[in-house]
């Protein structure tokens, strides 16, 4: 028999509306509730910093990077790293190999001086074959002078460096510490790659260069006969 008391019939259907509700709404569908928009998945969150992938060593087995500059008296000077990153031996004997461009990454036509004579001394030790066990690292010193000496000859300012292990090999753009700025000069040099001791920690800048000679070695000293 069915009530005909109002009052009855309107919490018979209030019963029977909330038992439509949550029988439409199983454990696997809860889209639009928590504030996501309906239709849509959640956002996968960000992974942590510990869970990022390290950076690949490249295919060539070494990472070269610039270990900041030096500039004293218009002598420049640059180190430079070169680190073995991967599971082999990797051997040098020789110099890096060193390309300068300009701001619109265009070659700038330059004399590399092997042992940098011409720029300054110190740094002319010969070759030495070196053997890197993975881990270890080779260093050099990329060195040249802002003098200008024809004022009729526009300076020359480099703003993006590429190093390459040796001659054929890939080369990586380095960070050069600010501008590369030759003068007129034309010419930069670079030291011989020697071996990182393993127990010195990675420079943030190279050695000072030696104290340059009151006469730069490309202006001729005045004939004391005038």
Excluded at 23 to 39: F, I, L, V
Excluded at 175 to 191: A, E, F, K, Q, Y
Excluded at 219 to 224: F, L, R
Aim: charged content about 20%.
């Amino acid at each position: 028999m069915i009530s005909r008391d109002p009052a009855a019939l309107r919490r018979i259907s209030a019963a029977f509306a909330m038992a439509l509700t949550l029988g439409g709404c199983t454990s696997g569908d809860h889209r639009g509730q928590g504030g996501d928009p309906p239709g849509r998945p959640p956002t996968a969150p960000s992974p942590s910093p510990s869970t990022e992938p390290l950076a690949e060593c490249p295919t060539s087995g070494v990472r070269i990077r610039s270990t900041g500059g030096d500039a004293a008296m218009g002598l420049r000077a640059l180190g430079i790293e070169l680190v073995n990153c991967g599971d082999h031996p990797y051997q040098l004997n020789g110099y890096p190999v060193l390309h300068v461009f300009d701001e619109e990454r265009e070659p700038i036509m330059l004399r590399v001086v092997n042992g940098a004579k011409e720029i300054t001394s110190g740094f002319d030790q010969p070759p030495r074959q070196v053997t890197l066990s993975a881990g270890e690292r080779a260093t050099a010193v990329v060195l040249w002078r802002n003098l200008v000496t024809d004022s009729t000859v526009v300076a020359t300012n480099g703003e993006f460096l590429t190093v390459a292990p040796a001659a054929g090999q890939p080369a990586e753009e380095v960070d050069p510490d600010g501008p590369i700025d030759l003068g007129n000069t034309g010419r930069i040099g670079v030291s011989a790659w020697k071996k990182a001791d393993p127990s010195t920690p990675v420079p943030t800048r190279p050695a000072p260069p030696p104290a340059p000679s009151a006469v730069p070695s490309s202006v001729s000293p005045p004939d004391s006969r005038l």
